[in-house]
């Protein structure tokens, strides 16, 4: 007998193409899970062909689950992470970053952020330094 239950369920839910002002190259989006009151979000992001977000940061931490394919991470200024499936990477709050698949390689990763996110083209990022930390 098999019984379903909405509290333990399968997610899936249908990936879209990820806003193009924050990515350089094709990616898909799908959320995956959002808690508002939280202000937590997670969601399985699809780089294509060495795909990666554009230069961001978060008001609160992240943590990367590379799932498949060939990955990267970078703090700004740092060296470029490579990642592999299996690896979780963890961002710290205000620190600029990117992250995405290596040149010419597919990868996909599970993200979970808390806190807003801010991208390099908005006023408060600011290039180069952490901001907004908690300390």
């Known amino acids: 007998m098999t019984e379903s239950s909405d509290n333990v369920r399968r997610v899936q839910n249908e990936a879209a193409p990820a806003p193009a002002e924050w990515f350089d190259g094709q990616v898909e989006m799908e959320s995956v899970l959002a808690n508002p009151e939280k202000d937590l979000r997670q969601a399985r992001v699809h780089f294509h062909d060495g795909a990666t977000t554009n ?33 979780i990477i963890h961002v710290a709050d205000g620190i600029p970053h990117r992250h995405g698949a290596r040149p010419g390689e597919d990868a996909v ?7 807003e996110t801010i991208w390099d083209n908005d006023p408060r990022y600011d290039h180069g330094r952490s901001v907004g930390r908690s300390e």
């Open 109 to 115: 990763h599970i993200a979970v952020t808390q806190g």
């Open 55 to 87: 230069w961001h940061l978060h008001l609160g931490d992240q943590i990367l689950y590379f799932v498949a394919g060939k990955g990267l991470a970078q703090e700004l200024g740092g060296k470029i992470i490579e990642c592999e499936p299996g690896d």
